[in-house]
């Protein structure tokens, strides 16, 4: 079997077998460009407390400030700077929102939140009203109940809600991250709130869970699955529940899943005919298809949002660059030219751009991006160590990635313009490899 050494790299990398056997770290700063956009001004008069705990309208106010902020949709004014100075958060607007559009503000909103207390499950109210000063007119005004455990979640709600009355399409706030966190000698599974808010574990095999993709619909996690030392099994989770069963399970190394956007093909890595090569496996018939014939080693398959292609990494140049074909196999084509080692393809959302791992002249691994027909290239990220594992964000606006920047392999967020960098993980001493989710 040719399993050759870019690929053993690749498992260290990316959370594989030899990095937990040998402890490896990865090293992450991440830099981003994009086109400008322009935000729209909002203005936050605040949450009220309506009767509850002291930290009840700070708390949800504190979210919705950093949904709005992660966004990238809105830009936060201050409304006294601006002339308007509210004496009332009533469910009318405030006469002093006249004129707000003169003053350089486009969208003010406000709320009221109460919590019963004493109940053995409390229920928790916020009524939020959205004020358009463009029209002069109230736009929206809606209460959100639910238990107190998920006060958060009103406040996520109500700031996607606002992003899709202004763009048309969801928000981010409601997403979550899945990602591999070291417990122990093993290596599990997590899912956690987007702004890291929330952990779950998902497994608790005591070995090896590795290399998360989410389905379309977001219910479900495929990953790899290291029984032992020997075996390797990509396996589907639903994460409401914790079911699990196997989808694959050749002899030899099966790694790097990837599902299709409809959900009906995985694509992934095996080398169970003797080489690492990838195939394409019907998730409703079991019929397996074999996409690449070549004696090189290719892995980590990455779907465009069409699902008509796919982009990947082969060794058949040489070292490892990214290589374009279509769903079926056909009309392969070398994508990546500059740089001994371009590993780890993912495919943007919008599909105008394809990060992945780079190798610059100083022999260091970073992250760079690509149009899929390979006209434009940009290195993102600067600095030492490794860059690893980038996952977009379901607007194309963000990555989510992995770094040591605080001495532990933690993940961190940021802008695709390269501003905002946070962390999102502060538990536990290694965890990687994240998958950010599709949006609801």
């Not at 053993?8 to 400008?36: K, M, P, Q, W």
């Not at 606006?397 to 392999?409: A, P």
């Amino acid at each position: 079997m040719k399993f050759s050494g870019w690929i053993a790299l690749s498992l260290v990398l990316f959370g594989g077998l030899a990095g937990i056997l040998e402890s490896g770290a990865a090293d992450v700063f991440l830099e981003a460009t994009r086109t400008d956009f322009q935000k729209i001004p909002l203005g936050l008069v605040g949450i009220q407390n309506a009767g509850g705990p002291e930290w009840l309208g700070g708390r949800l106010e504190e979210v919705l400030k950093a949904d709005i902020r992660r966004s990238l949709v809105f830009s936060l004014v201050d409304l006294p700077g601006a002339g308007i100075k509210v004496r009332d958060v009533g469910p009318d607007p405030d006469p002093s929102f006249k004129g707000a559009a003169e003053r350089g503000v486009s969208v003010i909103i406000w709320g009221k939140a109460s919590l019963k207390t004493g109940d053995k499950d409390p229920e928790a109210n916020m009524d939020a009203y959205v004020y358009d000063a463009g029209s002069d007119e109230m736009v929206g005004g809606k209460k959100y109940v639910g238990s107190s455990s998920v006060v958060r979640l009103m406040a996520h709600r109500f700031a996607d809600e606002l992003v899709f009355r202004y763009t048309g399409e969801p928000g981010i706030a409601r997403t979550k991250i899945a990602y591999v966190s070291e417990q122990g000698a093993a290596r599990e599974l997590f899912v956690m709130d987007y702004d890291g808010y929330e952990p779950r574990q998902l497994t608790s095999d005591g070995f090896l869970n590795l290399m998360p993709r989410w389905s379309p619909d977001r219910r479900f996690l495929v990953f790899t699955a290291y029984r032992d030392r020997q075996s390797q099994t990509i396996d589907m989770l639903e994460v409401a529940t914790g079911k699990r069963w196997t989808l694959a399970a050749f002899g030899g190394v099966n790694i790097t899943p990837n599902l299709s956007p409809d959900g009906n093909f995985l694509a992934f890595a095996s080398s169970h005919e003797g080489n690492s090569e990838l195939y394409r496996l019907d998730t409703r018939t079991k019929a397996l298809q074999r996409l690449t014939t070549h004696s090189a080693g290719d892995l980590s398959p990455s779907w465009s949002p069409s699902g008509r292609d796919l982009v990947f990494t082969s060794d058949r140049s040489g070292g490892p660059q990214l290589f374009l074909m279509s769903a079926d196999g056909t009309n392969v084509r070398r994508l990546t030219f500059e740089g001994e080692y371009n590993a780890a393809p993912a495919w943007s959302p919008r599909g105008n751009w394809i990060a992945y791992v780079c190798r610059t002249k100083e022999k260091q691994y970073k992250l760079c991006v690509i149009t899929p027909d390979g006209q434009k290239r940009v290195q993102l990220t600067t600095g030492h160590g490794v860059d690893d594992s980038p996952s977009w964000s379901p607007d194309g606006r963000h990555i989510v990635f992995s770094s040591i920047l605080d001495g532990k392999s933690q993940i961190y967020m940021i802008n695709v313009d390269g501003k905002d960098l946070e962390r999102v993980t502060f538990t536990g001493v290694h965890n990687s490899a994240p998958a950010w989710s599709p949006a609801l």
